[in-house]
């Protein structure tokens, strides 16, 4: 008999979870003005609502984290980074920043003028929120099909050639650079194949145009080529990272996603210029450019964070808990994003609370009852998210309507998933008796998903 899939780990350390009553969730939810981000994690039994900076660290990390170095100027700990990932991207020039969204800061704050276009595929919210903020415009040029949830295909994260193009054909001389997101978070968590990468660097190089990854989750990416793009079955991860990397000209990053550790960023070019324009917004905001807002211990952990993760073991660990948990939904016929990405489950509230009207936004509904049902805590990936029109400042009702459960790094075991799927079932068994949503009473003007405050519509 084969021997079947286990973690490639074992648990050294725990931490008590606190289980609560439905009355209590009741309770605490309505504080929370019916926002999950309002919750204390006290308040949540198993936390689904980012997997980002909530994985567990290994024996290796927290070791490399006693060999950590805090000079302000010249850290060895950051001469162990930016070895580590050179090694893995290519990228010699390198940034550190206290998280993606700092890189992001720092390295548009010299590219992203007023005015400017960036075409992408689905710009991740803070993506978007540092272009916008900048009064530019984030154009997505991601694939039709990403929008149908149902639809089985291997990489539905992936950039529509034909509508880059004719943006850069509308625009060139707007557009500072492209951007490419590895997952494509905001589609589903789904990959971008390799043959879709080098389209977009033949379209780059034919308008002098450079391209950046946005590339918190690269190693799923990596993963997700290796076992559906033809001819990369045999390659290591190590080496298919290496060959995306290869056609990008640098590198945003949240290293609380793929690289394992809590907190982190960086960014990596292999471009000097790049480097150099960059480096005075690093200074001004995050830190001298051997820190930029870590800890030298923290650059350390990270440096083992990435080496670990684009090891197959440490990786497929990962992706087959995603898809256990998915194929349990299979199972209670629950839909969400097909096939399962890489870092969540997005279930399709849009199907699930048909009676719910979207400007009651059902999938923030389906977040909240099961929070109520188990205590199980996910976050709302649609209507509230896409913020508002920044022009006509209505609602963005164009694009997909989820609910996110991401799952932590290394953090629960699958008993645990099994509770999320009963918990979901539960609610979903009784979708049709909801017909109302949620009303907002106060919301931020960017980014207002974090803070938003909501009533329950009534009959
Ligand atoms: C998380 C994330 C970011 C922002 O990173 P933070 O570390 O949360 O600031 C940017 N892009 C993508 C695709 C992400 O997933």
Redesign the pocket.
């Given at each position: 008999m084969e021997l079947p899939f286990a973690e490639a780990y074992k648990i050294k350390m725990v931490e008590p979870l606190r289980k609560s009553t439905r009355e209590e969730r009741e309770q605490w939810i309505k504080e929370a003005h019916y926002n999950l981000f309002g919750l204390k994690s006290d308040m949540v039994y198993i936390d689904c609502i980012t997997d980002?900076?909530t994985g567990a660290m290994s024996d290796r990390q927290w070791a490399a984290m006693m060999m950590g170095d805090e000079a302000y100027a010249g850290a060895r700990s950051f001469f162990h980074l930016k070895e580590t990932i050179t090694k893995i991207t290519g990228f010699e020039w390198i940034i550190p920043t206290h998280?993606?969204?700092?890189?992001?800061n720092v390295l548009f704050s010299y590219l992203v003028k007023e005015g400017d276009i960036v075409p992408g595929n689905s710009h991740?919210d803070?993506?978007k929120g540092h272009i916008e903020g900048r009064k530019a415009f984030a154009v997505d040029c991601t694939i039709d099909e990403a929008k149908d949830t149902q639809l089985e295909i291997p990489f539905k994260g992936n950039v529509d050639l034909n509508k880059l193009e004719k943006c850069l054909a509308e625009n060139a001389d707007k557009i500072p650079f492209i951007i490419v997101?590895i997952t494509n978070?905001t589609a589903g968590g789904q990959p971008v194949s390799m043959e879709n990468l080098r389209g977009v660097r033949a379209i780059a190089d034919k308008y002098g145009k450079r391209v950046l990854f946005?590339s918190?989750?690269f190693v799923e990416n990596a993963y997700f080529i290796k076992t559906r793009e033809a001819g990369y079955a045999d390659k290591t991860i190590k080496a298919i990272c290496r060959e995306m990397f290869n056609l990008a000209d640098g590198m945003?990053m949240?290293?609380?996603?793929d690289g394992l550790v809590n907190m982190g960023?960086f960014i990596a070019t292999r471009h000097e210029d790049w480097y150099e324009g960059a480096k005075g917004f690093c200074i001004r905001y995050e830190g001298f450019l051997t820190y930029g807002g870590m800890n030298g211990r923290d650059m350390d952990a990270l440096a083992v964070g990435l080496d670990e993760n684009t090891e197959l073991e440490t990786i497929e660990t990962r992706i087959k808990q995603v898809q256990y948990l998915a194929a349990r939904l299979d199972e209670f016929g629950i839909p969400y994003q097909r096939p399962v990405g890489g870092h969540a489950l997005f279930v399709d509230a849009s199907l699930i609370l048909t009676n719910v009207p979207k400007e009651e936004f059902p999938a923030q509904t389906l977040a909240i009852e099961l929070y109520k049902e188990a205590g199980v805590r996910g976050c709302e990936i649609g209507y509230i998210l896409a913020d508002r029109d920044p022009i006509t400042r209505e609602n963005r009702f164009g694009g997909l309507d989820l609910l996110r459960l991401c799952i932590a790094r290394r953090t629960y075991t699958n008993n645990h998933m099994d509770v999320i799927a009963v918990a979901l079932k539960n609610v979903f068994d009784r979708r049709n008796e909801i017909k109302h949503g949620y009303r907002i009473t106060w919301e931020a003007p960017l980014l207002r998903h974090f803070t938003v405050q909501l009533e329950p519509v009534q009959e």
């Open positions: 980002s900076g998280q993606g969204r700092a890189a992001e991740f803070t993506t997101t978070n946005d918190a989750r945003t949240s290293s609380k996603k960023g």
